[in-house]
Structures are given as structure tokens and as C-alpha cells.
């Protein structure tokens, strides 16, 4: 079993692959089962990279390099976009808010398809705002989180629904009501409580409050 060293800032740096790793489950020592890695190197990397005994972090990571992508415009995140009604999705780049002391980053692993992105994305519900990245069925391994985050810790699984945000402060709030908000955020085709546009699971990472984030058992599989 290969032993991969993981240094402690390896979420920030390495999302993706600090991702790769967590889904592999290593032990405490930091071994991985030859089998697991090389199935993974084969959905998500390099499957004739040889692995030696023991690797450092930038060596695990370089089993799963990407081919270069060109994606025009700037931001740190990367999505499937609709620019409008009658486009196909396209790779589109654009910003996530930093994690505040109450927010959680996930890497996204695998987001699901709702008949609901497909009425959003072609505007049949007739109040779609463009670009869109749709999405709200996510899951993922969190790599950042906020100084006052106490349910969930980086490294750990957790899923997003349909909301990612609220005011926190009014009585639908207070009562568990969220969907209810006048300022609930939904994860897209919504606004960020300063009025950002929202965008969905079809996505690199999302953010979002610690409120709306879900923990997934270990004994769940992510897909």
C-alpha cells in the first residue's frame, strides 16, 4: 500500500487532489489500498503512472494532472454554464466568495441532474438569469472552513441542497423556515446576500453557510 504524506495545508493548495485522497480513504498512517488508487487514476488521472512506495503530496497529486483547459474570462472557479435559453452548456470561469467565519468550501466530487436544472436552464419557468450554472443536488469533501465552524471539519463529506445561504436574523429564519427567507439564497439562479448572483453544483467548489451543509456518513457512497 503506498504511503502518501499529507502536509497540513494540502486542502488550500491541492483542492482537487486533497479531494482524490479523502475519497480514497487512507488509514491513519497515510496508506492507500493499490487497487482503490489505481481505479482512481483511471477515472481521474494518469493510470499508467507508476507509483512508488511512498510519495509526497505534490507526487500523489501529479498521478492526477489534468489535461490543460482554456477557459476565457477570470475567477477562481470553473462551471458548466447556460448563457442563455437556447445554448448548450459551456466551460465558463467566474468567482466564489471568500469563506467567512460561518462557511464551508467542498471541493465537488459529483453533482446530480434535477429535471428542475433542465426548466431552469431553458428559462420554462420563465425567471432564469444568465449566465447560469444549475446544480443543487451536490456533494463533496470540504477543504476550508470558517473560524466559527463547529459541525464540520476540512477533510470531512459533506452535500449541499437546494439552498446555500439566508439572512439568519429574521422569524422565518429563526423558526427553520429558510426557504421562506425574503433573502434565502438559493444555490442558483439566485443571489449572495450582497446581491452576487448565485451558481450551482456544475462546478469545481462552492461555498456556502455552515447551516446548509450536510455531513455524509462515511459509510455512504458519494455517487
Known sequence: MPLVHKP??????????FAILQQLKPDASGNVKDEILKEY?????????????????EEFAALFVRPKTTVEGSGNTIGWAAQDKSSELAPYRFDRRPVGETDVRIQITHASICHSDIHQVKDEWKNAKYPMV????????????????????????????CMINSCQQCPMCASCDEQFCPKCAFTYNSAEQDGTPTQGGYSTNIVVAERFALRVPDNLPLE
Not at 42 to 47: I, V
Not at 138 to 152: M, Q, R, W
Request: charged share 30%; net charge positive; glycine share 12%.
Open 134 to 161: 444549475p446544480g443543487h443536488e451536490i456533494v463533496g469533501i470540504v477543504t476550508e472552513v470558517g473560524s466559527k465552524v463547529t459541525a464540520i471539519k476540512v477533510g470531512e463529506r459533506a452535500g449541499v441542497g
Open 41 to 57: 487514476q483511471k477515472l481521474c488521472g494518469d493510470e499508467k503512472a507508476v507509483v512508488k512506495p511512498e510519495l509526497t503530496f
Open 8 to 17: 497540513s495545508d494540502a486542502a488550500k493548495k491541492f483542492p482537487r487532489e
